[in-house]
């Protein structure tokens, strides 16, 4: 972070004085992210550096299948609305060694959170399908109380002051970017979800909905503009939908102090080129690759 803060300028990202940034980063995610010793912890920041990583992103911090994840033991928790002060206490010694061997950090705000009944969020028992949790993915570009449930995690977090650096997430310089929500596009992945025929009622008339307004807006056909599955009306009826979302969560970051590059969602699992346009919300676009052997050959742009 002796740079200043990571800043996205055209198609570069840069420090603030000027220079360019480049990163090459790997993850650390899930049981090692609360689980590693700290002796463990510095060591693995050593040898990272001198493997040339300069970038680490700390992923499925909230997953529900990581126990403890951010909210703490899994099998005591009964809401994901307060962070626990133990596992903020391990991602603070996580970025702080890294941070001492020159290793920046991506932040992600929200990977695969499992709500519960008493989160208290609309409708949930329909989108728990019969589970004690559900997935917010899909639903939240409809549903207000998880839009501010998701806000008020995201501002617990950025907020929290790290315990060994005496900085705030959201004014440490080593941290380069951050990522609203992973893997969680409406515009070829979890559209389809909000539909009719998904058992999912209260969701899908709120989704209904927002598609009948955009066709009224912009004069578009009423019958196809919500058919998610197909391209025309409905891809651009999803990419605004997706879009709102992302300003109005990018906005929140920055009313709260957040300056770093903001990913929305990414592009990945076959996404084509009628989801790229709501991504363009934030300052960089994540595109995900999953690959086996030869991988490292291909390139990276396509």
């Given at each position: 972070?002796k740079r200043?803060?990571?800043?996205?300028?055209?198609?570069?990202?840069?420090?603030?004085?000027g220079?360019t940034?480049?990163f090459?980063?790997?993850?650390?995610?899930?049981?090692?992210?609360?689980?590693?010793?700290?002796?463990?912890?510095?060591?693995?920041?050593?040898?990272l550096a001198?493997?040339g990583?300069?970038?680490?992103?700390?992923?499925?911090?909230?997953?529900?299948?990581?126990?403890?994840?951010?909210f703490?033991?899994?099998?005591q928790?009964?809401?994901?609305?307060?962070?626990s002060a133990?596992?903020?206490?391990?991602?603070d010694w996580?970025?702080?060694c890294?941070?001492?061997?020159?290793?920046?950090i991506?932040?992600?705000?929200?990977?695969?959170?499992?709500?519960?009944?008493q989160?208290n969020i609309?409708?949930f028992?329909?989108i728990r399908?019969?589970?004690a949790?559900a997935?917010?993915?899909g639903?939240?570009?409809?549903?207000?109380?998880?839009?501010?449930?998701?806000?008020?995690?995201a501002?617990?977090y950025v907020?929290h002051v790290?315990?060994?650096?005496?900085?705030?997430?959201?004014?440490?310089p080593?941290?380069?970017?951050?990522?609203?929500?992973n893997?969680n596009?409406?515009?070829?992945?979890?559209?389809?979800?909000?539909?009719?025929d998904?058992?999912?009622?209260?969701?899908?008339?709120?989704?209904m909905?927002?598609?009948?307004?955009f066709?009224?807006?912009?004069?578009?056909p009423?019958?196809?503009?919500?058919?998610a599955?197909?391209?025309?009306p409905?891809?651009l009826?999803?990419?605004?939908?997706?879009?709102?979302f992302n300003?109005?969560?990018?906005?929140?970051?920055?009313a709260l102090?957040?300056?770093v590059?903001?990913?929305t969602?990414?592009?990945?699992?076959?996404?084509?080129?009628s989801s790229?346009?709501?991504l363009?919300?934030?300052?960089?676009?994540?595109a995900?690759?999953?690959?086996g052997?030869?991988?490292?050959?291909?390139?990276?742009q396509?």
């Amino acid at each position: 972070g002796k740079r200043g803060f990571v800043r996205a300028v055209g198609e570069q990202l840069q420090f603030s004085d000027g220079t360019t940034a480049r990163f090459w980063g790997t993850n650390i995610s899930a049981y090692t992210l609360f689980g590693t010793p700290h002796d463990v912890v510095k060591l693995q920041a050593r040898r990272l550096a001198e493997l040339g990583f300069n970038l680490v992103r700390l992923h499925h911090h909230d997953s529900p299948w990581v126990n403890p994840n951010i909210f703490g033991d899994s099998k005591q928790v009964t809401s994901t609305q307060q962070i626990s002060a133990e596992s903020l206490e391990r991602l603070d010694w996580w970025i702080k060694c890294l941070k001492d061997e020159g290793i920046y950090i991506w932040l992600d705000l929200h990977v695969q959170r499992a709500l519960r009944e008493q989160d208290n969020i609309f409708a949930f028992d329909e989108i728990r399908k019969g589970k004690a949790t559900a997935d917010l993915k899909g639903y939240a570009y409809v549903n207000i109380t998880i839009q501010s449930a998701m806000k008020r995690f995201a501002e617990d977090y950025v907020s929290h002051v790290n315990s060994y650096t005496g900085v705030a997430y959201k004014d440490e310089p080593a941290i380069a970017a951050m990522l609203l929500t992973n893997e969680n596009d409406i515009t070829h992945h979890f559209g389809n979800a909000l539909l009719p025929d998904k058992q999912v009622p209260q969701h899908s008339a709120l989704y209904m909905a927002e598609a009948e307004g955009f066709a009224k807006q912009h004069d578009l056909p009423a019958s196809q503009t919500w058919r998610a599955w197909e391209h025309g009306p409905a891809k651009l009826f999803l990419n605004d939908l997706e879009h709102r979302f992302n300003l109005e969560m990018i906005q929140h970051l920055r009313a709260l102090g957040v300056r770093v590059p903001i990913a929305t969602t990414n592009t990945w699992g076959g996404n084509g080129l009628s989801s790229l346009p709501a991504l363009t919300a934030g300052d960089l676009i994540d595109a995900h690759s999953y690959g086996g052997l030869g991988q490292l050959d291909r390139n990276p742009q396509s």
